[in-house]
Structure formats: C-alpha cells, structure tokens
C-alpha cells in the first residue's frame, strides 16, 4: 500500500494548477497536436495547457494555440 500511496504523490500535482484547453476549426477540420512531453507523450490532443500568473484564460488559449 505504501508504494501506490507514494506513487500517487508523484502523478498527482500537491495543489491544483489552472489550465486551458482550446478546440480549433477550420474547414470543417479540427487542430490537433502531439504531445511532446509526458504525460501522454506522443499521443493527439487539442491545444492547451498551464495558464501563467497574470495571464486572463483567453490570452492562454491564443498561446497554447500559437505554441
């Protein structure tokens, strides 16, 4: 039990981080992007990610669009 209680404090962040998530259409097509870092390392996903401090969750989105 002590090893799965240990794991889980590692994959799991202490405190909860605010995040976006953008859907992208453009002609009937929608903007993906693989992921470059874990976790989900080299699968498909839509744009998004931290929101920095400072930043409004629109102007976050547009980033993470542009990234």
Same mark, same amino acid.
């Given at each position: 039990m002590? !090893?799965? /209680? %240990?794991?889980?404090?590692?994959?799991?962040?202490?405190?909860p981080?605010? +995040?976006?998530? #953008?859907?992208?259409f %453009?002609n !009937?097509?929608? @903007? /993906?992007?693989?992921r470059?870092? *874990? *976790? %989900? $390392?080299? =699968?498909? +996903?839509? *744009?998004?990610? %931290?929101?920095?401090?400072?930043?409004? =969750?629109?102007? #976050? +989105? $547009?980033? $993470?669009? @542009? $990234?």
């Open positions: 002590k !090893n799965s /209680l %240990s794991k889980q404090k590692k994959d799991y962040p202490d405190k981080r605010v +995040a976006v998530g #953008a859907v992208v %453009s !009937n097509r929608v @903007l /993906l992007v693989r470059g870092q *874990p *976790p %989900s $390392e080299d =699968l498909w +996903a839509i *744009p998004g990610g %931290s929101v920095e401090i400072g930043e409004t =969750l629109q102007e #976050a +989105a $547009e980033r $993470e669009i @542009l $990234e």
